[in-house]
């Protein structure tokens, strides 16, 4: 099968968001265990990892899509921001809020989210290394902070105060991901500033290293973070109204909720080794060749 893909929308999103990694995986999976040749839209000077395929740069409007797709000989037109093309050409476009591919006349289908293929659980050595290396040695918390809102980290940093002015521990928080001018002015008279890091974030041993990993509300996101934590190991206090199950979940917008959450991992080793078997059990059998095998019959393959 030959698929033309416009993945300008991932472009615009950067390689490094959620949406775009996991849609590339898809893409990266169907062409490694489909065989899918792959023709890409794409917008000229940004790039993203693709697997092999023709590249197309149009200068034209949306309404070309049709002609690009004939004169590449495309069996199908994939759209990746949510809409419908102007082709009468067979296509499927996937929505921009949930993992959802609809397809043909409109039929939605529900894609199994995938963690990423190179998480594994990092071993006593490797757990101290990641260590060393983010957090001084200590343990910490890892929160993702890219696209939270800033009253929501301030959130998170009053709830880190509180939790250290109980335990009189030396864990670190490690913040990923985030504006650092932004938060180094906000950080500058906190009173635990040793305590906190400011990492870029896109280390592959962020998560694994953690001792617990705190999930902000992120508008837009589908959670891939979540099956992330774990496949490394590694509990999950969100910040979500719900019963507590797979995660521990805290009310958001309550620091003092959020210290008592950090608090319970922190003291009750026995509980936190039970949210990470329950997420353990969680990801279990998920995988990219799970989410490949949905959308190609979801598309017609054979």
């Not at 419908?84 to 199994?112: D, N, Y």
């Amino acid at each position: 099968m030959r698929i033309l893909i416009d993945v300008r929308p991932l472009q615009a999103e950067g390689a490094g968001s959620e949406r775009s990694r996991f849609l590339l995986s898809c893409i990266s999976g169907l062409s490694a265990l489909k065989g899918v040749e792959w023709v890409y839209l794409l917008n000229e000077g940004e790039d993203l990892p693709l697997p092999a395929g023709e590249k197309v740069m149009p200068k034209g409007l949306f309404r070309r899509i049709a002609g690009i797709a004939k004169e590449q000989g495309a069996d199908l037109v994939m759209m990746t921001d949510g809409k419908e093309a102007r082709t009468s050409q067979a296509q499927c476009w996937w929505l921009k809020e949930r993992p959802v591919l609809r397809v043909g006349t409109g039929a939605e289908v529900v894609v199994p989210l995938a963690p990423g293929e190179g998480i594994v659980p990092l071993s006593m050595e490797e757990r101290a290394l990641a260590k060393g290396r983010i957090a001084e040695g200590k343990e910490y918390f890892f929160v993702d902070i890219a696209g939270v809102p800033p009253a929501e980290v301030i959130e998170m940093l009053k709830a880190f105060s509180l939790f250290k002015k109980r335990q009189l521990s030396n864990m670190k928080l490690v913040l990923a991901g985030g504006k650092d001018k932004e938060l180094a002015g906000k950080l500058d008279s906190y009173k635990y500033r040793q305590d906190v890091i400011l990492h870029p974030g896109g280390d592959g041993m962020l998560v694994g290293g953690a001792y617990a990993m705190v999930r902000l509300a992120e508008r837009g996101s589908w959670g891939i973070d979540v099956l992330n934590a774990w496949k490394a190991g590694v509990p999950v206090i969100l910040a979500e109204a719900g019963e507590n199950g797979d995660v521990l979940r805290v009310v958001k917008g309550d620091p003092a909720v959020m210290a008592e959450g950090l608090k319970t991992l922190y003291k009750d080793e026995r509980y936190r080794g039970e949210l990470i078997e329950k997420g353990r059990l969680a990801v279990a059998g998920a995988g990219i060749d799970r989410t490949v095998a949905m959308i190609w019959e979801a598309i017609g393959g054979n």
